[in-house]
């Protein structure tokens, strides 16, 4: 709501400026062009502040709406098409101006005066035609007001809750799941190797006694010589 009470403002200061280019005195034309650049400064002051809280809202709102949460993508676009318009929105001036008869040689004290009317027009009509859009942007297509936002932020509460369960059950499972490989692996190895579990009783005198052979007398051989 302050970002759209601010473009507000902004329109009014807009077109507070399509009148001074039609007043003849000079002092009396600066005075309200400045007064609207007031106005159309603290109207853009509303929405420069909350600006990057809109991108959050909308961060969130794509979440909600998609179940995905993609901050990256969001702020790209946002970056990208800042950068065309700053980029085109000055070449159709160009190209404006030239239509309504300036002459880049000339300078700014060279143009006639007729050219330099047309450009107080052409600066007035860029100030309220910039605060128009910007109404129709954030007052009429961002359709995020605060009972939206209360229950959208209550809802994706509830959905991240969900999700955060549902991980940690998946993750328990696998846990459960690796338990029981290294059980069966375990008990592979166990049967592979039997003996490794059997129970092998204690032998008192595990010495064998080796057989008594009896006595032989072997003859004594003399010698003659």
């Known amino acids: 709501e302050a970002s759209t009470v601010g473009t507000l403002v902004s329109?009014?200061?807009?077109?507070?400026?399509?009148?001074?280019?039609?007043?003849?005195?000079?002092?009396?034309?600066?005075?309200?062009?400045?007064?609207?650049?007031?106005?159309?400064?603290?109207?853009?002051?509303?929405?420069?502040?909350?600006?990057?809280?809109?991108?959050?809202?909308?961060?969130?709102?794509?979440?909600w709406k998609t179940g995905k949460r993609e901050e990256g993508t969001v702020y790209s676009l946002h970056s990208f098409f800042r950068k065309l318009a700053q980029g085109v929105g000055p070449s159709i001036v160009l190209l404006i101006m030239g239509a309504l008869g300036y002459v880049s040689a000339l300078g700014t004290e060279g143009q006639s005066f007729e050219t330099s009317h047309n450009m107080c027009w052409l600066v007035a009509g860029l100030y309220l035609f910039s605060a128009i859009v910007q109404f129709v942007g954030i007052g009429v297509i961002y359709n995020i007001d605060k009972k939206t936002l209360d229950k959208m932020t209550e809802e994706l509460q509830?959905?991240?809750?969900?999700?955060?369960?549902?991980?940690?059950?998946?993750?328990?499972?696998?846990?459960?799941?690796?338990?029981?490989?290294?059980t069966e692996e375990n008990v592979f190895s166990t049967e592979e190797d039997p003996c490794g579990q059997c129970d092998i009783p204690e032998v008192e005198n595990p010495h064998v006694d080796a057989p008594e052979f009896p006595e032989v007398e072997f003859p004594t051989i003399i010698d003659e010589e």
């Open 11 to 63: 329109v009014l200061g807009g077109v507070v400026m399509m009148i001074f280019p039609a007043i003849k005195n000079t002092d009396a034309a600066l005075g309200v062009y400045m007064a609207a650049l007031v106005l159309f400064g603290l109207g853009m002051g509303f929405y420069t502040c909350v600006s990057w809280a809109l991108m959050g809202d909308a961060i969130d709102y794509n979440e």
């Open 158 to 182: 509830e959905q991240r809750k969900l999700k955060a369960e549902q991980e940690a059950q998946e993750n328990g499972e696998v846990a459960e799941g690796e338990e029981n490989v290294e």
